[in-house]
Nanobody
Framework: QVQFVESGGGLVQAGGSLRLSCEVS????????FAWFRQAPGKQRELVAH???????YYPDSVKGRFTISRDNTWNTVYLQMSSLNPFDTAVYYC????????WGQGTQVTVSS
């Protein structure tokens, strides 16, 4: 069974940066497409980035130019570098497959103060 363990969240001022990590186990990591999602209070979970096995990346307009997804196939880890953060980025951030598994991790809270 695949497991996702997210970390790296915290409280940051607007304009600041954070780097999130997601350790993945129980999967043939290097062949998979992974994604970061976020869920703000009272809102649906939304995609913020994905990265394919060959390193192709995708970002929605809301984070394009500010967020960078990367992966380390040696350490089975997916990263999300976030910069120029604003209060609208406040959410719990999760990683999963691009087509999500039902096995969600606990997520990591990102709070951006104005």
């Amino acid at each position: 069974q695949v497991q996702f363990v997210e970390s790296g969240g915290g409280l940051v001022q607007a304009g600041g940066s954070l780097r999130l990590s997601c350790e993945v186990s129980g999967s043939t990591f290097r062949f998979k497409t992974f994604a970061w999602f976020r869920q703000a209070p009272g809102k649906q979970r939304e995609l913020v980035a994905h990265i394919t096995s060959t390193g192709f990346t995708y970002y929605p307009d809301s984070v394009k130019g500010r967020f960078t997804i990367s992966r380390d196939n040696t350490w089975n880890t997916v990263y999300l570098q976030m910069s120029s953060l604003n209060p609208f980025d406040t959410a719990v951030y999760y990683c999963n497959f691009q087509i999500p598994s039902t096995s969600w991790g606990q997520g990591t809270q990102v709070t951006v103060s104005s």
